[in-house]
């Protein structure tokens, strides 16, 4: 079969590649013109586990063009970014993409929607803008494939997941799933459009309450003297308790987005709104732990440990440390940031010495494992403050080379200011008599 895939991204280039190399001609279309260069010059544009091997397998089957040619199929897998001042999608590039496809559609084409949708967005969008080819609905398939496929291990997933396919009918659902049984080995689940896209901004609302719910319990933990961590992993012997960790915030382009597109044509929404509120005030709530530490030194210098929204990844969209950052600024803090995933990001990034030097507390907000195997003895810093936002430091390790380390949500009071303060001030009264306040 001849497929179009529309978006080389993150999803839509490893979903090429895997139909390739299933034995289909694919065209990836894209319309940023150095991702077609780069393609088409043999090296892939995306840090992604076994992505290359997988082009370095796919690529007599696979081309990379600025234009749209005919197909059998086309997939859309086009970015779909929230519009941060409205809460809301912003389908600007899934109207492009679909309006690309309405020039060569034909009959019996079968067009794909990967991209992440408020519900009922293929029907009032997508299908509309496809019909002005002058086919009618009932000319092509249609079906929407949500991913579900996690960064850091896209390829195993997007072949091992389970996955969910509506479709417009039931025939247009039944080729999709033929099309993808090409090489999803998990289990395919049939539904209608508007389920489809609305299964899948509930799994990721779910998570992101779930955080919220983790999140709320480690500030409450503070306040009680209990550590969160302890607690949620006992909890979580419950055999109907699944509660999530806490952390710094939540990022990504799905976690953090996907509960506006689910409830962006709704007017009941309560706990939604407020777990996104809750995850998003998570760097004030570490910049209050910060101030602490810091109260009395002066002109601090803050090392950021990982910007990337999570471990072991290189992709910071929406992640917390730049909000965390610009908190930092706020305060008066020179900011210093280590992460050894990420390539370009708004702030400078160093290497790990450079990082430290002169610095008077690090502050982990990415959980890559590499920061676990930092040598705390070889660590040169002004003074040795840690917070982990992430509970994943060997924080004995840590306080055996004088280092105070505070775990967020371990229910212990953080160590206070470093510079020490005077205790008893005292105040010269008439009668020469001090007042020790
Ligand atoms: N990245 C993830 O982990 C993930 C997971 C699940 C779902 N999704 C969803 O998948 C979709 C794609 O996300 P992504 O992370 O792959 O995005 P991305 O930004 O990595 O890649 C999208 C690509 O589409 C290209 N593009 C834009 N307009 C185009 C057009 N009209 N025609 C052809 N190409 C065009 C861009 O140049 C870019 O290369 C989004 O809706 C996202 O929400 C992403």
């Known amino acids: 079969m001849k497929i179009s895939v529309l978006g080389l991204g993150y999803i839509g280039l490893p979903t090429a590649l895997l139909f390739a190399k299933g034995g289909h001609e694919v065209i990836g279309v894209d319309v940023n013109q150095q991702v077609i260069d780069s393609l088409n010059a043999g090296n892939i544009h995306i840090e992604e586990a076994g992505l290359q091997e997988l082009f370095d397998q796919a690529k007599d089957h696979f081309i990379a063009q600025n234009t749209i040619s005919e197909a059998d199929a086309f997939i859309i897998a086009v970015p779909t970014p929230l519009n941060k001042s409205l809460r809301i999608a912003d389908l600007s590039y899934v109207r492009a993409a679909a309006a690309m496809i309405a020039t060569k559609l034909k009959k019996q084409d079968l067009v794909v929607l990967e991209s992440t949708v408020p519900p009922g967005a293929s029907e009032r969008i997508v299908i509309p803008i496809l019909e002005k080819s002058g086919l009618s609905g009932s000319d092509f398939f249609y079906a929407h494939c949500p991913e579900r496929a996690i960064p850091g291990n896209t390829i195993h997933e997007m072949v091992h997941n389970d996955r969910i396919i509506g479709g417009t009918n039931p025939e247009s659902g039944m080729r999709a799933r033929e099309l993808y049984s090409s090489f999803v080995q998990g289990s395919i689940f049939l539904t209608n459009v508007r389920n489809a896209e609305f299964i899948k901004l509930l799994e990721n609302t779910y998570r992101d309450v779930n955080i919220a719910l983790a999140n709320e ?93 999570k471990g072991n990844v290189g992709d910071t969209r929406e992640s917390p440390a730049l909000k965390f950052i610009q908190l930092c600024e706020n305060e008066g803090y020179a900011i210093k940031c280590y992460d050894p995933f990420v390539n370009a990001f708004d702030y400078p990034l160093l290497d790990l010495p450079s990082a430290l030097s002169d610095s008077d507390c690090i502050v982990l907000i990415s959980d890559h494992t590499v920061f676990q195997q930092i040598d705390p003895s070889k660590v040169q810093m002004r003074r040795k403050n840690v917070i982990d936002t992430r509970n994943i430091l060997d924080s004995q390790r840590w306080k055996a080379h004088g280092f105070t380390i505070k775990i967020m949500g371990n229910g212990e009071p953080e160590p206070q200011g470093l510079e020490e303060l005077p205790t008893e001030v005292s105040i010269p009264v008439m009668d020469d008599k001090v007042i020790p306040l």
């Open 217 to 309: 319990l480690a500030k409450i933990a503070e306040e009680s003297g209990i550590n969160i961590w302890n607690a949620i992993k006992l909890a979580n012997k419950h055999p109907r308790c699944t509660i999530h960790n806490p952390g710094p915030g939540v990022g990504g382009h799905c976690i953090a987005i996907d509960p506006w597109f689910l409830t962006e044509n709704s007017t009941k929404t309560g706990i939604i709104h407020l777990s996104r509120d809750i995850n998003d005030s998570m760097p004030n709530f570490v910049i209050h732990i910060l101030r602490g530490i810091l109260k009395g030194v002066k002109e601090p210098t803050v090392t950021i440990f990982g910007v990337s929204y």
